[in-house]
């Protein structure tokens, strides 16, 4: 995963179209926010508990999932989105993606 420097309160905007599939609290992460779209699988980690999504719900790219917020504790203390992307199960670059 890539670890994205953003202040508290960042909208959070899916990466490409999809289907939510799970949105769950993770002690080290926050808010996880899991995404399947064409054979991958996006993890957006950090957002704030209140996200604008839920497991089922399909998003086209661009679509807001929520809002970082303030010092997960795996940082230290500095805001940003954890972005993981899978595919066929195993971790890829989501630099790759980014423009």
């Known amino acids: 995963g890539v670890d994205i420097a953003s202040p508290q309160g960042t909208l959070v905007v899916a990466m490409e179209d999809g289907t939510i599939t799970a949105v769950y609290s993770d002690a080290l992460w926050g808010t996880v926010v899991e ?14 508990s209140e996200v604008r999504v839920a497991a089922g719900d399909s ?40 423009k």
Request: charged share 25%.
């Open 35 to 48: 995404q399947e779209a064409g054979g991958k699988i996006w993890r957006y980690c950090g957002l704030e």
């Open 59 to 98: 998003v086209a790219a661009g679509d807001t999932l929520g809002r970082l917020l303030t010092g997960d504790a795996e940082s230290s203390g500095e805001s940003h989105l954890h972005l993981e992307l899978l595919r066929d199960g195993r971790y890829q670059d989501p630099g790759t993606y980014l």
